[in-house]
Nanobody, 121 residues
Framework: VQLAESGGGLVQPGGSLKVSCVAS????????FGWARHVPRKGLEWVSG???????YYADSVKGRFTITRDNAKNTVYLQMSSLKPEDTSKYYC????????????????WGRGTQVTVSS
């Protein structure tokens, strides 16, 4: 099982960025995926996720600004981030999950290595 994130970078406040997660080694269409980031003094935050049937999850902190989609033909999950704020700065990780948001480590399968998103002027 491999997950590879890409698309991170430096963006100005108010800007947009789209990160991707390409998966391999399993049947992509049957899996649920989540995007997580580290928040200073709060720990890991699950910002978004998508089930195999397309049902989505968003944390309150990103609702209305982030959009998650999946392309089963390309084995890829996308996170479109808009109206970015400096507090969105973090490394974003893709993971396979069994519940959204995950309630314990048992709800998480495999992790990618992450892609850095920096929001700064």
């Amino acid at each position: 099982v491999q997950l590879a994130e890409s698309g991170g970078g430096l963006v100005q406040p108010g800007g947009s960025l789209k990160v991707s997660c390409v998966a391999s080694g399993f049947t992509f269409s049957t899996k649920a995926f989540g995007w997580a980031r580290h928040v200073p003094r709060k720990g890991l935050e699950w910002v978004s996720g998508i089930y195999s049937d397309g049902i989505t999850y968003y944390a309150d902190s990103v609702k209305g600004r982030f959009t998650i989609t999946r392309d089963n033909a390309k084995n890829t999950v996308y996170l479109q981030m808009s109206s970015l704020k400096p507090e969105d700065t973090s490394k974003y990780y893709c993971a396979t999950v069994y519940h959204l948001p995950p309630r314990s480590p048992n709800d998480i399968g495999s992790w990618g290595r992450g892609t850095q998103v920096t929001v700064s002027s």
